[in-house]
């Protein structure tokens, strides 16, 4: 049974790559309509987490359910018309076209799926650039952008088709701190306007607070915690409490385990 609050529902899911377990019974929802900020460790697989409720990678058992529907046993067909019509993904590389100017990067969704006349493509591409603040931008190409407008950019064609849910992969990494702040507000001003459920993968655990209603924590194959900001970071795991507060030493230590160290430096003398 789905459940209507939750957007997406990931139901004992386990994905290896290759021979390596990076999911190993996944359970966790994302509310609709929120923000939930995804973090975790490096390589624990939050790109993979994102990849298979976009239906780019299959998990081997368990159930990945956007909308109530199973994204992993869904037709290629109605796959695709769920990444057209209710999906919108902002990955780091930014996949604008270069030869394209700005305009037509953020109408080729429009152009490509749908058979509006042009006046009206003309309308909602200015409405997404001025959303971003690149209404004023829109006859340059991307390679006369600088990095947050090429995110900006982005984000604008990726909310052309007014998905329901977007997810962002790492979207602040590269930026300066003004870009940063204005991603940070466009993600959740489009959130609060829109509706939208955003899901978002970063290692900026600040940023990432102080627009997150949930943070997702992902450690060692599982979720190791689930809940507000504030929850969290007063809450009993201890792990959790150190990703977030990024003590360098704590459940997650800091050795590598070895031999004792006063045995190792006298072994040397032997
Ligand atoms: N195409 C691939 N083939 C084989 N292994 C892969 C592939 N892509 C990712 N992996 C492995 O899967 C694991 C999870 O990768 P993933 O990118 O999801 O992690 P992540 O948590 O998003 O990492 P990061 O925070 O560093 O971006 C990693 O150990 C990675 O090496």
Redesign the pocket.
Known sequence: MSDNNNHVEVKDVTFY??KRK?YDGLNVAFPRGKITAIM?P???????LLRMIGGQLKADSGEVLVDGSNVGTMSRGDLFELRKNKMGMLFQTSGLFTDLNVFDNVAFPLRTHTDLPDDMIRDLVLMKLEAVGLRGARDLFPAELSGGMVRRVALARSIAMDPELIMYDEPFTGLDPISMGMILRLIRGLNEALGLTSLL?S?DVEESCQIADYLCIVSGGKVIGFGTPDELRNGDNAEVRQFLNGDPDGPVPFHYPADDYRADLFAGEA
């Open positions: 790559r290759g990076i975790g490096s390589g624990t697989g939050k790109t993979t993968v290692h």
